[in-house]
């Protein structure tokens, strides 16, 4: 696997994440996270 | 360490067999125990950020305690977890202020990238470098590190030789600029923007540019990713007239597609930042989900800078003296001048 292929996955996958974590607290499944 | 074990080293590892998962768990436990570990001993130490300890702890560990091989691969996931981090971190940044922070950063690094092309590439044919090298030295200190260095090797056929000696000088001065920016940000009185810029415009590296934002302030941690993301924008543009300069001297191949080189070295995970930080500025979430974003932001960092710490095996970072001492010029010069910049314009 190239570099160029492994680094593009690791920028989407933090996208897709992004994405998730949305939606996550859209639909309320994740409501409350303390720090 | 040769190049390629450092790119597996400092990359992260792509996601494949369902099987493999199990072998990122010991890595990614540890991760968690040393950033929570820093994140507990930040409440007993005032004004100190949970950031140095965590880092501290884990290059205590890593440089003291020969760590099992079953902790590299899961060790290795910090990169993904610092995008992850940064494209949550859209939620606790205004809109406005990052074009209006980005705006700013963009003027201010592309001053910064040639003053430290200029200063590597004049300092290493000074001390008898080769000029690749002094190009990847100038590359790393200028835009994204490691990642920078990476890009140009291959773009403008650089020996591995150069490469190991650019990525290692790298990053033994970002694990000291972590430390060293924020005791000498409070010692010149530095508001949380001004120190934000200059970390973000002068610390190398992706994780320790955060890292050192945060290590000061909250404030100045958020201003210091904004200006770091400017940075690394920049890197596609920058390694591509590299090669362009390098295949027009017949050294290295001619780039057949411009558009396609610049982005495939663009920083994609920078579109989920801006398009979470677009999302809250447009009243997307309720103020209590806009926390949990910014929770999960905190969250990801820790893990971040705690494998920033249990990454920084000082065995590993043998530069080579002449190498180290140019990328000592370069690092010094840009942190001066940069901070020249930031003090005449705030």
């Keep these: ?10 920028d989407w996958w933090a996208v897709i994440v992004g994405a998730v974590g949305i939606v996550a607290i859209k639909l309320g499944i994740l409501t409350h996270l303390p720090w | 360490m040769s190049v390629r074990e450092m790119i597996i080293t400092r990359s992260s590892p792509g996601l494949g067999k369902p099987g493999r ?3 990122y768990l010991p890595g990614l436990a ?3 125990l040393v ?3 820093g994140k507990v001993a930040a409440n007993y130490v005032p004004h100190m950020e949970y950031v140095l300890f965590a880092i501290a702890f884990g290059m205590a560990i890593t440089n003291a305690i020969p760590l099992p091989r079953v902790f590299n691969v899961g060790i290795r996931t910090y990169e993904l977890w610092l995008k992850i981090g940064i494209v949550f971190l859209g939620s606790r940044l205004a809109w406005q202020n990052v074009m209006s922070i980005g705006a700013t950063g963009l003027c201010l690094v592309v001053v910064e990238i040639l003053i430290s092309i200029l200063v590597a590439r004049y300092l290493a044919a000074r001390a008898g470098l080769s000029e690749k090298l002094g190009s990847l030295i100038g590359v790393g200190v200028g835009i994204c590190g490691v990642s920078a260095i990476i890009g140009a090797t291959g773009a403008i056929d650089a020996r591995e030789e ?8 790298i990053l033994i001065f970002g694990a000291f600029m972590v430390f060293l920016y924020p005791f000498l940000g409070h010692l010149l009185g530095l508001d949380a923007t001004a120190f934000g810029y200059w970390a973000g415009l002068s610390v190398d590296n992706t994780a320790e540019a955060v890292a050192t934002g945060f290590a000061f302030s909250e404030a100045a941690g958020q201003v210091a990713t904004v200006v770091k993301m400017s940075r690394n924008a920049l890197m596609g543009f ?6 362009l300069h390098y295949a027009r001297q017949g050294v290295a191949k001619e780039v057949e597609n411009k558009a396609l080189f610049v982005w495939q070295r663009f920083p994609k995970f920078l579109l989920g930042f ?5 999302l809250v500025s447009l009243g997307f979430f309720a103020p209590a989900q806009v926390k949990v974003l910014s929770n999960l932001s905190k969250w990801f960092f820790l893990l971040t800078f705690a494998g920033v710490g249990l990454s920084l095996r000082f065995d590993r ?5 002449k190498p180290f001492l140019v990328g000592l010029g370069v690092e010094t010069a840009v942190a001066t001048i940069t901070l020249l910049m930031i003090l005449l314009v705030f």
């Design chain 2, 274 to 278: 801006l398009a979470i930080s677009l």
């Design chain 2, 238 to 243: 920058v390694i591509l007239g590299f090669a």
């Design chain 2, 35 to 37: 950033g929570y570990a």
């Design chain 2, 162 to 169: 150069d490469a190991s000696y650019a990525i290692a000088t």
């Design chain 1, 1 to 10: 696997m190239s570099l160029s292929k492994v680094k593009l996955s690791a």
């Design chain 2, 317 to 321: 970072m043998k530069a080579g003296f």
């Design chain 2, 30 to 32: 540890l991760l968690a």
């Design chain 2, 21 to 23: 998962y199990l072998a």
